[in-house]
């Protein structure tokens, strides 16, 4: 289950690298002082993401239960500062205006997929062995 909580992570990732990539294209750190999203929140979810996926995968190499439990609270950081992203963004109603905000698809893709791996990791991590 490791390896698979591994995978739907990497989608998460790729997902999110995507519309990373559409936020800094699209100006988000040349905007206004005063954002929907600012900086700090959006550099700050990623980097606990991918702070948590280092530590799942030094948790299935060396089979530490430990580390799994670490990668599961930076991952439900990660999962609090996204659901908090993902408010501010359906509240701005981004979600509506064609083709200036971000692709519903890419977002729904990112967000059941995070929600898949938080759920995979909370359950791994209680299972007797990580892998």
Known sequence: MGLVTAVTWTIAVLAGVYLLYLWLSGGGLRRAKVTRFPVA????HPTLAVSALVCWVAGLVTGSRALAWLAFGGLAAATLLGFAMFTRWLGAGRHEKGGQGFPMLAVALHGV????TFAL??????AARVF
């Open 41 to 44: 929140l959006i550099f700050s």
């Open 113 to 116: 997929a995070g929600v898949t």
């Open 121 to 126: 990791v909370l359950l791994t991590a209680s």
